[in-house]
């Protein structure tokens, strides 16, 4: 039994056992076994000869369609093998390309692996998950039937652009969080190609710039998101970018380590281990057997002691708030 693979991506490719196929199928078979492998399903014959020969009378349509459906099962056929009855199904009143046909078709590849994640944030993807889209990404070479202008193609085209579009900005932000950064920017340089600008994705490469240490970099992303908004929509980037923006300009992010917890561990005191710093126990060299003065001084080191975990509180509290502020953002995207 032959086995066939077809690319859509790019040029139209039909290719059977390997040998490629394409060159012997008339154009109109290739348009109509391209409708058929994007919408795998039954479809009445009366629909498809209206909609790929829209001019003329039904009668004259479906002839055509007729003669179209005979010639791609000629060349589909072997000279010892009719492969054609594997992949076209026909009866007096359907047609259609069975969802189960040997067939290996890169848009359909494409397809599956982004529909396993479209529902999952990037942080939810697991490697497995990931690995797949990359390999679904590099399925698309070239917009969908390169050269064809029919209209059922432009809406296709389209909404695969789409899903790219969107392939790219998981793939990204999947990039920045598992710290492969030079990944990352290169997904999110191929979807300003396609889509200069999509704010989303120059927010991505900006904190990604800044995670890996490129400062100026990061704030030369938000300069040509500005410039493409400005001149291509007439808008200012929007308040998430222009926030991240300020905070990368600040050097406020990605946020300092938090040298507390890095360091060693803080020196218990009398006062016990607050886990905040060394805290200098009261002194009582001075009049010890004074008991105001040693009522003050434990007094005051109680002050300072509270001082500090109200200081510590503080800068947990703002880190806190950026890290909801970052979350909620994301939510937003």
Known sequence: MS?????????????????TLSDSIPEKAQELFAYLLLHRRAHPREKLATLLWPHGTTQRAKAYLRKALWQLRQSLNSADDAG????????????????????????????????????????????????????????????????????????????????????????????????????GIQYGLRALRIDPARERIHRH???????DGDRIGALRQYERCADVLERELGVAPSTATQCLHERIQEDRFPEAPDTDSAGSAPASSSWGDSGIGELEP????????????????????????????????????????ETVEVVLQQREE
């Open 84 to 183: 054609a009855d594997a992949v076209l199904c026909t009866d007096g009143d359907w047609v259609q390309v069975p969802t189960d046909a040997d067939l290996q078709v890169d848009v359909t590849a494409f397809e599956n692996a982004f529909e396993m994640v479209q529902d999952r944030t990037a942080s939810e993807m697991s490697a497995c998950q990931t690995e797949g889209l990359k390999r679904a990404a590099s399925l698309y070479t070239g917009d969908l039937l390169e050269n064809w202008y029919q209209e059922w193609c432009l809406t296709e085209r389209e909404r695969l652009k789409d899903m790219l579009l969107r392939a790219l900005d998981r793939l990204t932000r999947c990039c920045e969080q598992d710290g492969t950064y030079d990944s």
């Open 3 to 19: 086995s066939f693979s077809v690319s859509m991506f790019g040029k139209f490719c039909v290719r059977r056992d390997g040998e």
């Open 282 to 321: 009261p002194d009582t060299s001075e009049d010890p057997e004074d008991p105001d003065v040693q009522h003050l001084r434990e007094g005051i080191e109680r002050i300072r002691q509270l001082q500090s975990t109200l200081a510590a509180v503080q800068q947990q509290i703002r880190r806190d708030v």
């Open 205 to 211: 490469l900006m904190r990604i710039r800044a995670r």
